[in-house]
């Protein structure tokens, strides 16, 4: 991995970058029923959401993003869990964080997709993912 630069998102109707579509991992088949119940009810219901399996961790983001809307649902994932999104507005963005977490959902990491990123692999950005959140758990 080179060095990537971190830029804090506004509340804009900015769009981000790469497609309209969510990549999703780790979560069993009834948590992605339930992760779809809710982005029904905070209204994301054209979002493109794909669901990454263990034989997904050497793939690049940018081709598991492209994935057709439902591939890989209703297969139970131990991947680390996570919820990558893309081509959304910086505001839907802030109100899906701030929903996500008024639910009785499982916690995942967040990323969005960047042209930078796109071209890791999966297993690359979830364990970045995972040392991101252990270095922000010890600065508390």
């Not at 057709?68 to 802030?94: C, K, M």
């Not at 796109?118 to 995972?130: I, K, V």
Request: charged residues 30%; glycine residues 6%; proline residues 4%.
């Amino acid at each position: 991995m080179g060095e990537g630069t971190f830029k804090k998102v506004g509340k804009s109707a900015k769009t981000l970058y790469g497609p309209r579509a969510a990549l999703v991992c780790g979560f069993s088949a009834t948590e992605q029923k339930a992760l779809m119940a809710f982005l029904k009810r905070i209204q994301l219901t054209d979002l493109c959401v794909s669901f990454a399996t263990e034989s997904d961790s050497g793939a690049l983001l940018k081709d598991l993003i492209a994935r057709p809307d439902r591939s890989g649902q209703d297969v139970d994932s131990g991947l680390e869990r996570a919820i990558i999104l893309s081509g959304i507005t910086e505001e839907e963005l802030h109100k899906t964080l701030s929903a996500y977490r008024k639910n009785d959902l499982p916690v995942p990491l967040w990323a969005t997709l960047t042209p930078y990123s796109e071209s890791w692999r999966l297993s690359a950005l979830l364990e970045e993912l995972r040392k991101e959140r252990i270095a922000m758990k010890k600065k508390k």
